[in-house]
């Protein structure tokens, strides 16, 4: 092989490794970007159901009390099914133009309460008001659906 082959072949494998390691970077920093965006989700997600934690078992308390006719002493557990793909445990809304909601942000909770088994899975809808004056935010159901497992 002549030194010209050789230069050659040296020029040519180091593009390629070049372009292959350029390649696997963007890739990685697309997948970083990606990981980063989906645990920030995470967070902010668990952040609304520890905010909401009040609210939400008081709404599933009354629903199964007055709907099925449990009692306050059956301990009804809310589970989050924070791993299932398609399923969003919150989804927040804002009114917006061309968006009118009931109040200025709609927040729903997806939810599975169970006891001994699951008893459903549950939809909770707040209203949420900001009270600016007061720095205090006003809450009220708006909406509770229940769908059999």
């Known amino acids: 092989m002549t030194i010209k082959r050789l230069i050659v072949l040296a020029l040519f494998l180091t593009l390629v490794a070049t372009v292959g390691f350029t390649s696997r970077d ?12 989906n645990r920030s989700q995470q967070v902010q997600n668990h952040f609304m159901v520890s ?14 009390e007055s709907e099925v006719g449990t009692s306050s002493k059956d ?5 989050y ?4 793909e398609n399923y969003k445990v919150v989804e ?16 729903k909770f997806t939810i599975v309460p169970q006891r001994k088994e699951q008893l459903g899975t549950d ?3 707040f209203g949420v ?13 708006l909406k509770y659906e229940h769908k059999a497992p």
């Open 26 to 37: 963007k890739i990685q920093a697309e997948n970083n970007t990606e990981n980063y965006a």
């Open 51 to 64: 905010l909401f934690q009040e609210e939400i078992q008081k709404a599933v308390s009354n629903y199964y």
């Open 75 to 79: 301990a009804i557990q809310i589970m």
């Open 81 to 84: 099914h924070w791993w299932e």
């Open 92 to 107: 927040v809304l804002q009114t917006e133009k061309g968006q009118n909601l009931e109040n200025s942000y709609v927040i």
């Open 123 to 125: 939809t909770i809808t």
């Open 129 to 141: 008001e900001p009270k600016s004056a007061q720095n205090e935010l006003e809450v009220k159901m």
